[in-house]
């Protein structure tokens, strides 16, 4: 079972900010939570991750909260080709990614 | 592009079939992944390589065969496969399989149909 829970779908408007939640209330402290978003039917896309600290990238800003019980995306200024299925993921004791459902996002003009 | 290929893209095939799909990796990595993504489900890993050596299976089945002849290259030969075998097929990569840090490239996939 995944270690993660988010929502299934969010809607955003062109140019705000997406911010798309995930909850992973059960991971270990030595464990990274990573994000990956997929296009329908291409391969996945890193975007970003962390451990305990705030991160951010060319793509997304990741917000970690202090107990590391739950952490944010967030995509700055949405655009139309933003629109996919973003993933929350954690490791399993072998360090492999265990994938849940994602959130579906889409992005509307 | 992430560096990692898949070849082909699409592939129909019959069950009684016998068919190879391609990977190959040109990030230096160590190793290398075989996903399946079943319509409206979430990814499967199937097999994992480190170092060419196979470190997991994830109870998949025989008709599936995976080949690690380096650490560029991965394959997965396929035969009597049955219609709901029909995926999406993904490669991924990473630096290495036993680390806290596992981050993977994907390939683009193989879209497989079984008639």
């Known amino acids: 079972d995944a270690k993660t829970t988010q929502p299934t779908s969010m809607d955003c408007a062109e140019g705000r900010a997406a911010n798309l939640p995930c909850n992973h209330s059960t991971i270990s402290g030595n464990e990274y939570v990573y994000w990956y978003r997929q296009i329908h039917s291409q391969g996945p896309q890193y975007i970003i991750h962390?451990?305990?600290?705030?991160e951010t990238n060319e793509m997304a800003s990741l917000i970690i909260t202090e107990d590391r019980k739950s952490s944010t995306l967030i995509l700055p200024h949405a655009t139309l080709r933003d629109t996919a299925v973003y993933y929350c993921?954690?490791?399993?004791?072998?360090?492999?990614?265990?994938w849940g459902a994602g959130t579906k996002l889409i992005i509307k003009p | 592009e992430t560096g990692v290929t898949q070849t082909p893209r699409h592939l129909v095939m019959g069950m009684t079939n016998k068919k190879s799909l391609k990977c190959e990796q040109h990030l230096g990595h160590n190793a290398m992944y075989w996903y399946k993504q079943s319509a409206k489900k979430p990814l499967e890993l199937m097999f994992v390589y480190n170092f060419k050596e196979q470190t997991e299976n994830n109870s998949v089945p025989s008709r599936f065969s995976p080949e690690c002849p380096n650490s560029s290259h991965l394959f997965l030969h396929l035969h009597t496969l049955q219609p709901e075998d029909s995926a999406l097929y993904l490669c991924?990569?990473?630096?290495?399989?036993?680390?806290?840090?596992?981050?993977?490239?994907f390939g683009p996939g193989t879209r497989l149909t079984v008639l």
């Open positions: 993921i954690a490791t399993d004791s072998n360090y492999q990614l265990i």
């Open positions: 991924a990569s990473s630096q290495r399989t036993d680390s806290s840090y596992n981050e993977q490239f």
């Open positions: 962390g451990l305990k600290n705030n």
